[in-house]
């Protein structure tokens, strides 16, 4: 499990609703508890890595592209150009 920086944190809130029907987390410190203890998340630096991990996990990557990432509910495109996948 991959420590989730606070810049990450506030990138996942600004998205959440991408993967969720309504926010998990209001603040930043709840953003930080949620994705450090209550789900799996995984930091990946390229979205080769990503779809790697995802066929290795066997999680159904049919479709999915990298010019379509934003159909991928659990994967979120962080400002520093990595690649946060949520698993809640």
């Known amino acids: 499990m991959s420590s989730i920086t606070k810049e990450y944190a506030k990138e996942f809130m600004k998205q959440q609703e991408k993967l ?24 990946f630096d390229t979205l080769d890595e990503v779809f790697q991990y995802m066929k290795e996990e066997g999680i159904d990557t049919e479709g999915a592209t990298k010019d379509n990432i934003d159909d991928i509910l659990e994967l979120f495109a962080m400002p520093d150009g990595k690649y946060l996948f949520v698993e809640a």
Not at 27 to 35: I, N, R, S
């Open 20 to 43: 969720f029907d309504f926010p998990v987390a209001d603040t930043v410190e709840e953003a930080l508890e949620f994705l450090n203890e209550d789900c799996c998340t995984t930091v």
